[in-house]
Every structure is written in C-alpha cells, then in structure tokens.
C-alpha cells in the first residue's frame, strides 16, 4: 500500500514544483549600476567642458577623483543606517536621526534641486529643438528651425509640449524604477555617442593640426580668478549627485548587500565619462568654450557631414536628457507624496493619487520651462545649496547624530571634514558667483 502511494504522489511533486519560480525576484545589479549611473549623468556633463578653462586639466582630474570619492563615503554612510535603522527611504532616515524637522528639510532640499533639474532638462530640450531667443532677439537657432524653418509648430513651446505628451509622460507612468532599466541603459548608450563623437572630433582636429591649446592649470592673475575656481563645485556636485535615488533603487534590488558595490561601479563610470568629454571638448573649443558645451556646436559648419555631426551630437543629448527624466521625476514625486500623504498607502498602488502628482508636476516643470528661458545661475546656487546638502551635509549628518551607535572615531572625523568642505566651498562658489 505504501509504494502504491509513493507511485500515486511521486508524479505530482514535479507539478507542484513546477508552479514555484525558483529565480529570485528583483532588480539586478546591473540594472541598479544604469540607474544610479543615469541619475548623475544629466544636464552637468555639458559644464563639465567648461570647468577646463577655469581648472585647467590635472586640477580637474583631481576633483573628479577628490568628488566621486566622497560621493562614495556618503553613499556608504546612508547605506550603513539604512541597514541598521527601520527606515526605508532618505527621508524616513532623516526622521530617526532628526526628527520631522530632518524629514522636512530633506524632503526640500530633494523637491528644489529635482525640480531645478527637471526644468533644467526642458529648457536644453527646447534649446536643441527650437533654439532660444534674447531679448526679443534669435540667440540661435535650432534643429527643428534649420530643418522646416519658423513655424508656429517649431517655437520652444510646441515642441517641449510634443516631447512631453508623447515620450516623457509615458515614461513618468511606469510606477516601478525598475521598469526605467532599459531606457537607462539607451540614456547611457546615448551619453557615449556624445563622447565618442566629441573625442572623434578633437582626435581628427589634433591629427590636422587645429585643435587648441590647453592648459594643464589654473591662471592666477587676481583674487577674483582664484575664486572663481570655487564656481566649478557646484558642476561637479551636481554632476556625482545619486544619493536621493539610493533607497528606491535599493529596495529593488535582488540582492540589496549589492548596493554599495553598485554605486562605486556608477562613480568610476561617470567619473571616466566627464574626464573623457571634458578633456575633449576642451581640445575641440579651447577657452572659447560655452557653459554649455551644445551652444559650440550650433555653428555654420563647412561641410554637409559637419552639419550632421553638429545636429547628431546636439539630438543625442537632447535624448539622453529626456530619458534622465523619469528617473529624477521619481525621487521628486516620492518626497512630495510622502510630505503630503505620509500616512496614506504606497503611491504606486494609489492610482488616482499617482495620477494627479505625476500630472501636477509634469504641467508645472513644463509651465516654468516655457516661462524662464535661462536659469543657469540659478543652477549655480541649487548646486552651492541644496544639492551640497543632499550629497555631503545630510548623510554625515546621520553618522555625526549616530542613533544606533555604530560609527567609529574615524567616520566621525571624515564626517566632519565633509560639513566644513562643503559650507567652506559652497559659500565661496555663492559670494565668486554673487560678485562677478
């Protein structure tokens, strides 16, 4: 009787088994290393160029090194809490360790530098698409107006609202930051074309002789101009911020002990990225050299393959950023909900409420997009202020208040070190930008 009951339940083992998938759910690694990756590689890595002329190249190189560095130790600290502690985003962390004036001014801080950012991403959109125009006159001109000419249909307004309709707001949709993997990962491809279009001009400019000459350091030629060196920090903090997509991005993951592994992957990527098309593009331009590295190659070009290679270069971007988009339109929607409806259930599965912060904010990064057509001094102070706060201020905050008790004499030190660098230098980029 015994075998005719293992011969009748043998056969259904399989079967049962066959209904559990025995593969781990979640994201994986690689997907965590193009999320974090994307969410640095935005508007900054066009000034980054830029902060060649004032640096000079090996000053440059050892800010890189110096920045993502301390985007490292940051990350660590947020991680090391996060583990020991019950919270589960940035600003929950914040909670344990400060209370609901810490979670406030988080929360803030996220929502002001976000949305900067995203108004930042339209405002370049539309200078790629349609040119912009000051005072009343055409600064230049662009992609949509080289090729139909100036219609009603091609001014900055149409065609930010045709790119948000059709690409962005598919994208702000997906309820999941998992979902972004693949579009991250296009966003990512698409910053390497931009590089490797810049590098295989300069290289072909130095192989004719006509590329520029630069500068391995700064020129000291007054006060002014040392302290103009502290104006490239907030490039550069911006350019290493992630820290705000951390615990979305972590509590996805597979294996989340991968976290930190992911983050340091991201920094070197970036990190190789902005040294790459910085050096390059200060071969290319030299210090005639833009803030925005885009502007340089909105130029008569001799040949039909320049005019290409200057519309593939300013449309690559122009994609990237619109694929950045989403990822940085979730931490910003994130902290809103949780500062409007801290004890209402997840967003994601809130349809309505979903829908109404998604269309809230999408209307109005679009509305102040069309309205400013230049903030980049503005960018200047939420990369002196908020961003320094969100990237260095807060998380060596956490270890200073140390609720669990787990920090050592050491982390201590290097978390004090990071409050004074980073008041140090963010009030003298804000009084260099202030007086110049």
């Known amino acids: 009787m015994g075998k005719e009951e293992e011969e009748v339940e043998a056969p259904l083992l399989p079967e049962?088994?066959?209904?559990?998938?025995?593969?781990?759910?979640?994201?994986?690694?690689?997907?965590?290393?193009?999320?974090?990756?994307?969410?640095?590689?935005?508007?900054?890595?066009?000034?980054?160029?830029?902060?060649?002329?004032?640096?000079?190249?090996?000053?440059?190189?050892?800010?890189?090194?110096?920045?993502s560095f301390l985007g490292d130790i940051s990350g660590e600290f947020l991680l090391r809490y996060t583990h020991f502690g019950k919270s589960t985003t940035y600003a929950g962390l914040m909670a344990e360790s400060f209370?609901?004036?810490?979670?406030l001014?988080?929360?803030?801080?996220?929502?002001?530098?976000?949305?900067?950012?995203?108004?930042?991403?339209?405002?370049?959109?539309?200078?790629?698409?349609?040119?912009?125009?000051?005072?009343?006159?055409?600064?230049?001109t662009g992609i949509l107006e080289e090729w139909f000419g100036f219609h009603w249909w091609t001014c900055r307004a149409y065609a930010i609202l045709f790119i948000v309709v059709f690409i962005i707001l598919p994208l702000v949709l997906l309820r999941r930051i998992d979902s972004l993997?693949?579009?991250?990962?296009?966003?990512?491809l698409l910053a390497l074309l931009f590089v490797v279009i810049c590098s295989?001009?300069?290289?072909?400019a130095s192989w004719e002789g006509k590329s520029k000459t630069v500068r391995l350091g700064p020129e000291f030629t007054s006060w002014s101009s040392f302290f103009s060196l502290f104006t490239t920090i907030p490039i550069y903090m911006t350019a290493f911020?992630?820290?705000i997509n951390v615990h979305p991005i972590r509590a996805e993951l597979r294996e989340p002990s991968n976290m930190g592994l992911a983050i340091r992957i991201s920094l070197a990527i970036c990190a190789v990225?902005?040294?790459?098309?910085?050096?390059?593009?200060?071969?290319?331009?030299?210090?005639?050299?833009?803030?925005?590295?885009?502007?340089?190659?909105?130029?008569?070009?001799?040949t039909t393959i320049g005019v290409v290679v200057n519309d593939v270069v300013r449309l690559s971007y122009a994609f990237h950023l619109m694929l950045v988009f989403p990822i940085i339109n979730y931490a910003l929607r994130a902290n809103l909900d949780e500062l409007l409806f801290p004890r209402n259930p997840v967003l994601a599965t809130d349809t309505t409420r979903f829908l109404s912060l998604t269309s809230a904010l999408l209307f109005v990064t679009?509305?102040?997009?069309?309205?400013?057509?230049?903030?980049?001094?503005?960018?200047?102070?939420?990369?002196?202020?908020?961003?320094?706060?969100?990237?260095?201020?807060?998380?060596?905050s956490i270890l200073l208040r140390d609720i669990h008790d787990i920090s050592s004499k050491s982390d201590r030190v290097v978390a004090v070190l990071l409050v004074f660098l980073a008041a140090g230098t963010s009030v003298i980029a804000i009084w260099s930008n202030l007086y110049s």
Do not use: E
């Open 105 to 140: 001014a988080l929360q803030i801080c996220v929502m002001v530098t976000s949305l900067g950012c995203l108004i930042i991403f339209l405002i370049i959109i539309g200078d790629v698409l349609s040119g912009n125009q000051q005072g009343g006159a055409v600064g230049h």
């Open 273 to 302: 990225f902005y040294f790459i098309i910085g050096l390059f593009g200060y071969l290319l331009f030299g210090d005639s050299i833009m803030a925005d590295i885009l502007v340089n190659f909105d130029q008569d070009a001799n």
């Open 241 to 243: 911020g992630y820290q």
């Open 200 to 204: 295989t001009m300069a290289l072909y």
């Open 366 to 396: 679009y509305m102040i997009a069309i309205t400013v057509p230049d903030i980049w001094y503005c960018f200047q102070f939420i990369g002196s202020t908020t961003v320094v706060c969100l990237t260095l201020v807060f998380p060596a």
């Open 99 to 103: 209370g609901r004036f810490g979670s």
């Open 16 to 67: 049962i088994q066959s209904l559990v998938d025995p593969r781990p759910k979640g994201a994986s690694l690689s997907s965590a290393v193009f999320n974090i990756s994307t969410s640095m590689i935005g508007a900054g890595i066009m000034s980054i160029p830029a902060t060649f002329k004032v640096l000079g190249v090996i000053p440059v190189l050892v800010v890189i090194i110096v920045v």
């Open 181 to 188: 993997r693949y579009t991250s990962a296009l966003s990512i």
